[in-house]
């Protein structure tokens, strides 16, 4: 496993990479890994030639600074899971090396980034979109892999794909969680012992609120999820909507013919979570 820490060397080896005709999968990820990562990986070693990871911890796409200093690190075990894995190419830069200078790209990301994470976290998508056009720039990937965990980044960076017209296949990797069906994330480690025996309740409420489907119209189905959350005095429900899963409009009524996903944000103990379930 080579570990690259500039873009030079980096696009030097996957050059040679392409002239063999090999094909490259991109796996971005911000570290700490966890098995929602690692599944990424596998999918991706088994469709390409070559494989990089990236771990890099975007600060264009934080909002908050006290939530970047926050956010957990640990790069000696992540590559030992990658060496674990023979992953070949892992790519570590540092700031500065993504960012020699400010980013002041601004992207049209249309109406998919004014809702849901967007609303509140602001200008996080263009952070993301940011970071994750400077990889595919560097990478050139024929396929990069993203999760559903992250359902709107998903559908953002498949615009990103169009607007800047590039060849590569975003693949969609499913939501790999704990047994108890808490969506795995960087951040569950920041929970204390109490919250993380809370956490569950995030999907757990996901679950219940699909099956209302039946008798409930989706802005009932709305209420009640609200109403689950204000009986929890630790957890603060920062969102819930149900939207199609192409432009990320609200669904009105369940008779509508568009794939229907329901996406959750909530605090708990100060760790921001977020999880989805499609609803059809
Ligand atoms: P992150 O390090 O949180 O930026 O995540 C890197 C990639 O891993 C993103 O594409 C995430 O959607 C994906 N990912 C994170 N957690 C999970 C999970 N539990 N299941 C599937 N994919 C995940």
């Given at each position: 496993m080579i570990v690259y820490r500039t873009k030079n060397d980096l696009s030097l080896h996957l050059d040679a990479i392409r002239k063999s005709g090999k094909s490259i999968g991109l796996v971005p990820t911000m570290g700490a890994l966890h098995k929602g990562h690692t599944s990424l990986v596998e999918k991706a070693a088994g469709e390409n030639g070559a494989l990089v990871v990236t771990i890099f911890v975007n600060p264009?796409?934080?909002?908050?600074p006290a939530d970047l200093e926050a956010y957990p690190r640990n790069l000696d075990k992540d590559l030992e899971i990658l060496q674990s894995m023979k992953v070949d190419i892992v790519f570590v830069p540092s700031v500065k090396e993504m960012?020699?200078?400010?980013?002041k790209r601004s992207f049209d990301l249309g109406n998919l980034d004014k809702v849901m994470e967007g609303k509140h976290r602001k200008d996080h998508f263009n952070g993301v979109a940011q970071i994750v056009s400077k990889l595919f720039e560097t990478v050139k990937p024929d396929r990069a892999y993203f999760g559903q965990k992250d359902f709107q980044q998903l559908i953002i960076v498949r615009h990103l794909v169009d607007l800047l017209n590039l060849d590569i296949t975003i693949v969609a990797c499913p939501i790999i969680r704990e047994v108890d069906g808490l969506a795995m994330s960087?951040?569950?480690?920041?929970?204390?012992t109490e919250d993380r025996n809370l956490a569950p309740f995030i999907h757990i409420t996901l679950q219940l609120a699909r099956e209302k489907r039946g008798f409930l119209a989706p802005a009932e189905v709305k209420s009640w999820v609200i109403s689950q959350f204000e009986n929890q005095p630790r957890m603060k429900l920062e969102y819930f909507e149900i939207v199609e899963?192409?432009?990320?409009q609200h669904v009105n009524?369940?008779?509508?013919k568009v794939n229907k996903v329901g996406c959750i944000a909530v605090q708990l103990g100060g760790v921001r979570l977020i999880d989805n379930l499609f609803f059809d």
């Open positions: 264009t796409q934080f909002n908050d960012y020699p200078e400010e980013d960087s951040r569950n480690i920041m929970l204390n899963d192409k432009a990320l009524d369940w008779g509508e």
